[in-house]
């Protein structure tokens, strides 16, 4: 299964612009880019997505690589409920009709008031 | 819309009991999953279900058991609970794997074996 890369931790002082690395260098043509978070105490939220482009929406916005090796998620401006961890995952075909989502351990990301 | 919900929040058992952990979706998702999540860890994949009567395994199926009875309903069954299954539990589902839909993810049972 291709697998992400991703920093353990990282800081950011709040109103600034948060960049979120990622590398996925085993990455196959049909694997999404996805990116959840997950906030103390509950269950992950989807943040965005995206397969070759580069993408925005209300919550962030996803930079991929042209060779698809890499990506990094944005927050433009981080705030204090930003404070989660934030997962880097490739959504693969696993069989049996179904798209799996594997989960590292992700960023945890710090913002500073 | 209450989307995914998860009961019980919290359980502590002892070794050796059973229970079942209840997920239940509103939103007329075909596919639905169960996680777990040890402490500074990722979630794993435990089982998950294409669709209604379908069940399949995940990454860590061992000592779990699933039913997918009802199409909204996806139910995780620990028939003797080791401490080594002391885990926070997620449950998720998913509209279709046509289009690339988000998972939508459930606040989690806690669940403690003494």
């Known amino acids: 299964d291709a697998k992400t890369t991703q920093p353990n931790s990282m800081e950011s002082n709040e109103e600034e612009p948060v960049h979120l690395p990622c590398n996925h260098s085993t990455i196959s043509g049909t694997d999404y880019i996805h990116w959840y978070r997950q906030l103390p105490s509950q269950g992950p939220e989807y943040v965005i997505h995206g397969l070759t482009s580069n993408v925005n929406n209300r919550m962030a916005s996803l930079a991929i690589a042209e060779d698809r090796k890499s990506s990094t998620l944005i927050l433009h401006r981080a705030t204090l409920r930003d404070a989660a961890v934030y997962y880097c995952?490739?959504?693969?075909?696993?069989?049996?009709?179904?798209?799996?989502?594997?989960f590292g351990k992700g960023t945890k990301l710090s913002v500073i008031p | 819309n209450a989307g995914v919900t998860q009961t019980p929040k919290f359980r502590v058992l002892k070794t050796g009991q059973s229970m079942t952990l209840l997920c239940a979706q509103d939103m007329n998702h075909e596919y639905m999953y169960w996680y777990r999540q040890d402490p500074g860890m990722g979630l794993r994949l435990i089982h998950y279900s294409v669709g209604e009567g379908t069940t399949a395994k995940g990454e860590v199926p061992d000592g779990y058991n699933v039913s997918r009875l009802k199409k909204q309903n996806f139910l995780l069954g620990l028939e003797s609970a080791a401490p080594s299954q002391t885990s926070v539990y997620f449950c998720a589902s998913i509209a279709g794997q046509k289009s690339n839909q988000p998972q939508h993810f459930g606040d989690g049972t806690r669940l403690s074996i003494l």
């Open positions: 995952i490739l959504r693969a075909y696993s069989g049996a009709g179904s798209y799996q989502l594997t």
